[in-house]
């Protein structure tokens, strides 16, 4: 199975700062990698996909970058209803796996 | 809009088989090159996805529960079903349904949490 390691676990952030979340595989995935956005109580919400596809509604202020092993998602100017947690997924290889988390939070 | 919809028994005793169903509305769950697929979330903690069925009725279950897992389909109610054998407390968590397309979950259910206990 391809691990999905995501850093940091946690960052504090005020709104408009630019917040940079790090997914690291592996093994090499191209560009099968999703990210999702998490609030208490809620299902996962589709930002990202095949790495930096912005999903339908999404705000631009979300981007995604990378392939093969290393992947980043930025927001980049944190507003306030984008304290949440986000993970990462990858699609390439069977079975689907997710990273472990990051929470961001207000300073 | 496609919506999902858990539903089932939020309590389940140890060793007994965990049942649950996801309703599809806004959208017929035979048409499109989807996967609908099971994913679930233990309190605090991350992400495992649990397996998917083709609207052919063609299955991916992930090893590590594949000896316990049934998912399979009802095109006539609009359903998609999950069944988990022999449970225990680890099994105890938020239960999410879920459509794929291209592999990405992009519309999921609420989700509901099932407990294993006595």
């Known amino acids: 199975d391809i691990q999905m390691t995501q850093s940091p676990s946690s960052v504090s952030a005020s709104v408009g700062d630019r917040v940079t979340i790090t997914c690291r595989a592996s093994?090499?995935?191209?560009?099968?990698l999703a990210w999702y956005q998490q609030k208490p109580g809620k299902a996962p919400k589709l930002l990202i996909y095949?790495?930096?596809s912005l999903q339908s509604g999404v705000p631009s202020r979300f981007s995604g970058s990378g392939s093969g092993t290393d992947f980043t998602l930025t927001i980049s100017s944190l507003q306030p209803e984008d304290f949440a947690t986000y993970y990462c997924?990858?699609?390439?290889?069977?079975?689907?796996?997710f990273g472990g988390g990051t929470k961001v939070e207000i300073k | 809009q496609v919506q999902l919809q858990e539903s089932g028994p939020g309590l389940v005793k140890p060793s007994q088989t965990l049942s649950l169903t996801c309703t599809v509305s806004?959208?017929?769950?035979?048409?499109?090159?989807?996967?609908w697929s099971w994913i679930r979330q233990p309190a605090g903690k991350g992400l495992e996805w649990i397996g998917r069925?083709?609207?052919?009725?063609?299955?991916n279950y992930n090893p590590s529960l594949k000896s316990r897992v049934t998912i399979s389909v009802d095109t006539s109610k609009n359903q998609f079903s999950l069944k988990l054998s022999s449970v225990t407390a680890a099994d105890t968590a938020v239960y999410y349904c879920?459509?794929?397309?291209?592999?990405?979950?992009?519309?999921w259910g609420q989700g509901t949490l099932v407990t294993v206990s006595s």
């Open positions: 879920a459509r794929e397309y291209t592999y990405y979950p992009d519309y």
């Open positions: 806004g959208g017929s769950i035979s048409s499109g090159s989807y996967y």
């Open positions: 069925i083709y609207t052919s009725g063609s299955t």
């Open positions: 095949a790495a930096s």
């Open positions: 093994q090499g995935i191209s560009s099968w």
């Open positions: 997924q990858q699609a390439n290889s069977f079975p689907p796996s």
